[in-house]
Each structure stands twice: as C-alpha cells, then as structure tokens.
C-alpha cells in the first residue's frame, strides 16, 4: 500500500458485499444486479437504501465501493429508514466505504 494510504475516517463505514452466481452456464454468464446484497460488516445489517455500488480495486490500495444511497436532509446517508422526498425523486448521494468482503452467494444458499 502506498504511504499515502485513504484514513478509514474518510469512509462511511465497512461494508461486505454478496454477490450471486451468474445467471447462465455459459462463459458469458452475467451477474444480475437486483440480487446483490450489501452489509454492515460490524453489525450484520443489510443495508436495503443502496442503489447502485461502484467497486474500486487498485492493485496498491484498499478495497473501496461508492455507494448511491438515500439520503437525509443533512446529506448523510440513510444505512435503515424511509427515503426523503426531494422534487419528483428522493434524495441520494454517492458515499464512499471501504470493502471488508466480497462473497459469492450460491444457488443453493450455501457462501
């Protein structure tokens, strides 16, 4: 890792990300989106307010993933809760997290 490595204080949280199997058998197989699950890696919780997660692996660095969430009405995002309201849409922000693990979740339930 590099001397200049990001503070954990520059992040949200750390998050354990669960991904599905692919859909398909063949070597195209894709991953389909709406199944991924994300978690609180200190208490377990998922985390249902993410709406798109962006996953960062430098080689040098930590594993990092921006999430868009929902928001507050401070801009902090909302980890459990109901979405506020802003416009025709909700509040969201991009918030960064650092990545304590990434998992595949297997048809049959077993990680």
């Known amino acids: 890792m590099s001397a200049d490595e990001d503070r954990p204080d520059d992040y949200q949280g ?3 990300i669960e991904w599905p199997t692919a859909y398909g058998a063949s070597p195209y197989s894709a991953i389909a989106g709406h199944k991924i699950e994300i ?6 919780k998922p ?3 993410c709406t798109a997660v962006t996953v960062r692996a430098d080689m040098e660095r930590l594993v ?3 999430l868009t969430m929902f928001a507050d009405e401070a801009g ?3 980890l459990d809760g109901e979405p506020v309201r802003d416009g025709d849409g909700f509040r969201t922000g991009v918030f960064p997290f650092l990545v304590s693990e990434m998992r ?3 048809a049959d339930g077993v990680r």
Do not use: F, K, M, Q
């Open 39 to 44: 978690s609180d890696a200190l208490t377990g």
């Open 104 to 106: 595949v979740r297997h």
């Open 76 to 78: 902090e995002p909302i």
């Open 47 to 49: 985390i249902r307010t």
């Open 64 to 66: 990092t993933a921006d």
């Open 14 to 16: 750390v998050i354990i």
